[in-house]
């Protein structure tokens, strides 16, 4: 466990294309001495924190003064798993590219620039302390106190998904997140691009499900892949907090809406929670 703000080691650059956009986008990945992520698109300087995003419905998005980066929650589990409390993301567009569905390859470029630990001790964790709960339709999503990260998925989907379960308890070393991918439905490819998005979209980053099997030619990476990447997705938003969060989350077809609704309710009382 980290006990001090971290930033990278040395800058480093990610290309690759938007999901929804298809086009080329490169990161920068700056060092920084204050606190928290952040994005820095058109000159402007926005927080990846919950209270920037503007729009959860396709992924995770925030926007300052109408710039927006959109798709941040894979980059944000990528920088929860590395340990990286401060950086400075400098992006030439509107979307984090989708690279192969997962926050691996990011990770992957976190590893290799390195961690610096700056050397005094300063509040990385927030602590619950009193459980949240957020609902909508038949989905929820609910955090109580507890001294590690505890996560329970449940997801449900037509077969040959259906319903899955999985609990992680030590999410901080739970790697098999980490590269597990994105995925969507066949039928639901037709109506996304007819909407004008996912031009970027192929079987290079997604799991793609078909009537009775993954339509993928090299299959799943895991067994548990796609309740694995419904974890990441979590993991990555409630990075969005600041902090890296302490608690036991129980999440039942859960998705960037209710995870942004948890942290805005989190904060919403200062005795729900406790910094250190
Ligand atoms: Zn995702």
Known sequence: MIKRQTTINRIFKITGIGLHTGRDVT??????????????????????????????RLSTLIAKDGVTVSTIEHLMAAFYFSGITNCLVYIDGPEVPILDGSAWEFYQGMWKAGVYEFPENSGVYLKVQRSVEVTHNDAWLRIKPLNTLDITMNIEFRQPVGKQKKRVTDVENAFSIINSRTFTLLEEIEAIKKAGLAKGGSLDNA?????????????????????????????????????????KVDANKTGHYLNNLLLKELFSDPANYSIY
Do not use: C
């Open 27 to 56: 990161l920068e990945f700056l060092p920084r001495r204050e606190f928290g992520i952040a994005f820095v698109h058109n000159d402007y300087i926005i927080p990846a924190r919950y209270d920037m995003v503007a729009d959860t």
């Open 207 to 247: 799991v793609v499900i078909g009537m009775d099997d993954i339509i993928n030619p090299q299959g799943l990476r895991y067994r548990n892949e796609l309740v694995n990447h419904k974890i990441l997705d979590l993991i990555g938003d409630l990075y969005t907090s600041g902090y890296r969060i302490l608690g």
